[in-house]
């Protein structure tokens, strides 16, 4: 089965990220729950709204999480490429993938 997961992520380039963190915080007035060197994470309903910078990127991308209980199966059934090599996936059992449009997937079990 896959589900919506915890986590959307905008990947924004670095010379619009300072005014798209601004946006969300100020005036769409979503509330900050972690910040590291180079993210924002705002609560978002029952989600995490990431806001990524990425160095060298030249526009913007949104990244979802989907939750399955076999990460494996669910690139089988979804038919996608495997595509482990755009982030670190640690300890994580999960895998990236792409929808036909190009959007990144985690497709992640808890």
Do not use: C
């Amino acid at each position: 089965m896959i589900q919506p997961g915890k986590n959307i992520a905008i990947k924004v380039p670095l010379h619009k990220w300072e005014e798209t963190v601004t946006f969300y915080r100020d005036r769409v007035g979503l509330k900050p729950v972690q910040e590291q060197a180079n993210s924002v994470a705002f609560e978002f309903g029952e989600m995490t709204l990431w806001i990524d910078q990425v160095e060298k990127q030249s526009q913007t991308d949104v990244w979802l999480e989907l939750s399955t209980d076999d990460p494996d199966d669910a690139l089988r059934v979804l038919e996608s490429p495997k595509r482990d090599e755009l982030e670190p996936l640690g300890n994580l059992n999960a895998h990236w993938t792409s929808d036909p449009a190009g959007v990144v997937l985690l497709l992640t079990s808890e």
